[in-house]
């Protein structure tokens, strides 16, 4: 079965950036469909992006023109590039995989989630 971690958060100042990877074990990610999430504190987990198997990309308005997803299968890794962070973009993020990435935006509807990894973006 599918097994996903989620490394690369950490502190940065608003304008910055980070990149966020979710490595996969237990099975390629040739065929599968991996989204991003966030949650804050007090918020409903949000779907942010979704790379399909295909390598189609998908975004929320929320992140479009600044986040950026991609994969690369002979690492077995997705990746999230996020610039221009603002204060808001603080949140735990997870990564999680589906058939497909027509759901993104309903996070219930993926499985196999990551432990998460904390995303500070402050002053």
């Known amino acids: 079965q599918l097994q996903l971690v989620e490394s690369g958060g950490g502190l940065v100042q608003p304008g910055g950036s980070l990149r966020l990877s979710c490595a996969a074990s237990?099975?390629?990610?040739?065929?599968?469909?991996i989204g991003w999430f966030r949650q804050a504190p007090g918020k409903e987990r949000e779907g942010l992006s979704c790379?399909?198997?295909?390598?189609?990309?998908n975004y929320a308005d929320s992140v479009k023109g600044r986040f950026t997803i991609s994969r690369d299968n002979a690492k077995n890794t997705v990746y999230l590039q996020m610039n221009s962070l603002k204060p808001e973009d603080t949140a735990v993020y997870y990564c999680a995989g589906n058939r497909g990435c027509s759901t993104y935006e309903l996070p219930f509807t993926f499985g196999s989630w990551g432990q998460g990894t904390q995303v500070t973006v402050s002053s």
């Open positions: 237990g099975l390629t990610l040739d065929y599968t469909a």
């Open positions: 790379i399909s198997s295909s390598g189609t990309t």
